[in-house]
């Protein structure tokens, strides 16, 4: 190694530690810069050391994947300690589900465990092979394509906002530029001698990496970087749309008589400690309707970037302008829904020891909805201590709503557009007329849950049906919070105002919430973009429906005549919704080792194997250091690709000898004639250049590759396609050959 | 046409420790090539023998025929003899010849009152000692100096023989009655043993059709003279030999003394004869360098009357040709020059 190779080494690991800061943004504590600082480290010696002993880059590359999946392991459960298989197991487990964690992880990820998977990977192949070609290879920009390649990955991959453009734009490209041109006028002074221009060319080259660097720099610190591609965003998140909600069963919380099961009216469901009394804790905010319900979903805020339902970490960047509260949650048996009830905007959430030792891995969470939730359900002794910001506050009429409205919900809550009319009509402004509709709601509604026997009339439920002409539509107007939020939410995206149902508690002084303090209630979107609750009280009134009530019939809305239902005409039964069986299934594979992966990883490393093993020979018999052994090498080319063709080469035989083999068995086929000749004359070419007396020029060894070549196509020409494909694939050549039979 | 050959020389003289040039070994397999087309009038379809005997001659060797009668012994030996422009003789070995009916006497001139020597039939270029297992073992035993060291001692005085010398004998293998078979020390000295075969179809109906020539080896006409040979023999010497091909001899001969049935193995005499006749062969191949399949096909001819079999070779009916086969087999040729560092 000659010194200027310590400085394709330093810019290396420069280069390669530019690319890794790209997480700084992303990981939360030490643990990503120490393992990626190491592992580049540990790939630049590991390259050192194959080079000198003249390995090429694809053995550099084989010996760092290989040594990489024998410390994943180690390295996700954070020890020395190896525990045999399991250690191993660890290893191949965190390789199938480092990357989803780390895609599917709200930042700032704790850098620890599989995650971990990804900074040392990365780090370790572009420094080590980049290492590799600085010390190997002979074109000025080979070495920039690892840490290139992994500047690209670490932006896929890492969060929206990149950690310092200047840096990793202008810092990374300016540094790229120098050492490629660095390298590039000493190639050229190795090949054509010393430049006596040299030190011109050098100076007038730095000025024009720094003059693009400087404009670079201005452009980048002027104007904001634009949206970019990001791989968390292809990913596909948790399907929350598919989970029941507590609207959906909002019964069980409500008294009913002579049906139990499942009811929790009277049941304590969780308590809570430290959230102020009165504060409005959250279960399910659901912001989609699609005709039958209100559902929770992913990508419902234009205006963000993180409204998904994602895996969290111990912390998230949630900022609000609330008070931080420290809030403990411990759920009783009674619980049994996957809803995580929390309060205000998150900003650091942990199960506590009670709970079990994988509860996080299965929390998922929204911040744009403020909603967690479990993506099997929430167990008895899951309990939680979570700080947040306390945010929302009760809308005033005063306010104005955000023009960000969901404009299917809009085309979804047409059915309302009689009511709307006619109740917000003389209203200047869409807040009174929000206002106006919620107190006509609250007028002509009753409330009534179906407790009592001849109240069964009036169903659970909030699809079209019974929103429409079976509630709003319709006389009487009766319901409970689900039927009155439902409707609220519909008539305030029909007035052009977002909204969506929330569903939770009020919390009571106790800190115990049980059944019957669960309600619905709406969220109106203002024009800051923050969520504030519309008042309950405004909409919804607790006078119930008078006994003996008339069949419903339709409510006028002059002067627009609203539809006629149909007689007997039943509101429509709305299915239960459960839980697809493959969640399920998907959920136990999930649980064990992949093993279906890992027996495809391996039978696809089998099958890239043998190949990628005659690459390897094929270029380092390219590449061997004496000329001579470049002969040799490309004579065994040849044998070999005869013996991968089916073709008989016994071993220990002169290359002549050989070339007769061949020819016969091309003469077998019929075509061996013209080969035979060709063949001899390549064998004794190449004795006559290994055995003479000057050593051969690599010029002529390049010559004889390319003739080699030739004739090593020309082999398989009369061979079928299908013993050619298998010739790929045949270990024939990488097996000893056997002896001539010429035994006594 | 071939006595074009004459009038060529090779392009650059030939010093010791000098390595054959390019344009001198072309030279060199041109020359080697119209003698075996000279030879190759008398012998039809036979080119390998010739080739064979043209590389002993050039190695500055001797070369032992041993074929069934009326296979070309004899005419081999004379077309190689015609083909030289140089003296040449034929001894006919019967049980009664004397050791002096081959080197000569010495006899007194009553007219000078001295002893004057009268050289025998050996004192000649090329020398075809015909059914040498005939004569007895005295007689075998008076040419082995004069193969060996190229002359003879007659009455203490030393005589010289000239330059080239080429000693080509014929045995008949089958006719054992009443013959003297040649020891192993006599055997060494040969440079090669070869045979010469039937021809092949076409050759022996093309030998039928000019029945008419009586004497087929009176068509080949010398081309070369002894200088010419001499030179040839010294630009063969110059012919490189790399240090894995040497090693791949070494270990020919070490195996072969490891080899099953075999007596006696190759004897360093025997390593010696075998570089020394593949540089030639190199040579009439147009090539400076000797390659490990030039070894491989000299193995045989050079080896052939070296290795001493043991009596179960013969029960087990294993030949000297199956036993080099398998050493060929045992020791892998070398890939690769050997490195200097």
Partial sequence: MQSFHVWDLLLVFGLTAIALVGWESTFRGPGWWIAGGLAALTGIVVAMAVVSARGGVEIVTLVLLVGYYLVSGPIVDGTLRLDGLRTLESGVRANSEGWSILLGTHPPIDASGAVLIAPVLLSLTSAGVGAALALRSRRAATPLVPPTLMLGAVLLLAQPEPVSVLLQGVGYGTLAMLWMRLRGLRIDEAAHGRDPARGWRLVGSVALVVVVALVAGLLASTSPPGERLLLSRSLAPYQVQKLSTPLDEFRDYTRQQGRTEGNVFESKLFVVEGAPAGARLRLAALDTYDGSSWQADNDTDPTRQDDRFLRLSSTIENPSSGKERKITVRPTPRYTQPWVPTIGALRSFQFLGSARPDAQSHLRYNPATQTAVMDDRLEKGDAYLFTSGLTGGLLKQRMSPSDELDTDLYDRAAFLQPAVESWAAGAKYPMQALFQVAARLKEVGRYSSGTEPWESVYRPGHGEQRLGDGFVLGVPTVGDDEQYASAMALLATRLGIPARVVVGAVVPKSGTVRGKDVQAWVEIRIENGSWRTLPTETFMGRKPPDRGSPEPEPRSFPPFEPPAPEPGEEPEAEEPQVDEPSEDAEADASSGVPWRLVLLALLVLLVAAIPLAKLVRRRRRLAARAVTARYAGAWRELVDRARDLGTPVPGGLTRPAEARAMAASDGDRGDGDGDAGALLTLAGEADARIFGADEPAPADAAAFWALVRDRRSGLAADVPLRRRVWAVFSPASLRPPPPPDDSV | ?341
């Avoid at chain 2, 392009?11 to 000098?18: A, D, F, Q, R």
């Fill in chain 2, 1 to 341: 046409m071939l006595r074009n050959f004459l009038n060529r020389r090779a392009t650059t003289g030939s010093l010791p420790g000098m390595t054959l040039s390019t344009e001198q070994a072309h030279w060199f397999r041109a020359g080697f090539n119209d003698m075996a087309d000279n030879m190759g009038q008398a012998l039809l379809g036979k080119e390998h023998v010739i080739r064979l005997s043209l590389t002993c001659l050039l190695s500055e060797g001797h070369l032992l025929l041993e074929d069934l009668p009326g296979t070309g012994k004899t005419m081999l030996a004379r077309a190689l003899a015609n083909t030289v422009e140089g003296s040449h003789a034929r001894i006919q070995f019967t049980p009664d010849l004397l050791p002096t009916d081959v080197t000569g006497v010495t006899v007194y001139d009553q007219q000078k009152g001295t002893f004057e020597f009268h050289p025998g039939p050996i004192f000649h270029d090329i020398v075809l000692a015909d059914e040498i297992n005939r004569a007895s073992p005295k007689t075998q035993s008076a040419l082995l100096e004069v193969m060996e060291e190229g002359h003879v001692t007659v009455d203490g005085v030393t005589h010289d023989v000239p330059r080239p010398f080429m000693v080509i004998a014929t045995q008949n293998p089958v006719e054992q009655a009443g013959t003297y078979r040649l020891p192993e020390a006599q055997l060494d000295r040969f440079l090669m043993k070869s045979s010469v075969g039937y021809p092949d179809a076409a050759s022996t109906e093309e030998l039928l059709l000019s029945s008419h020539i009586r004497d087929r080896a009176e068509l080949v006409k010398p081309i070369a003279t002894t200088a010419t040979i001499a030179e040839m023999s010294a630009l063969a010497a110059q012919v490189h030999v790399d240090r894995s091909i040497v090693t791949y001899v070494r270990q020919l001969a070490e195996a072969s003394r490891e080899l099953q049935h075999v007596r006696m193995g190759l004897s360093a005499r025997g390593c010696l004869a075998l570089v020394r006749v593949v540089k030639t062969w190199a040579a009439a191949d147009g090539r400076t360098a000797v390659v490990p399949e030039d070894v491989n096909i000299l193995a045989e001819p050079v080896l052939c009357h070296r290795l001493l079999l043991d009596p179960q070779a013969q029960f087990s009916g294993v030949t000297v040709a199956d036993v080099i086969g398998q050493l060929l087999t045992s020791v892998p040729p070398p890939v690769d020059r050997a490195r200097r560092d």
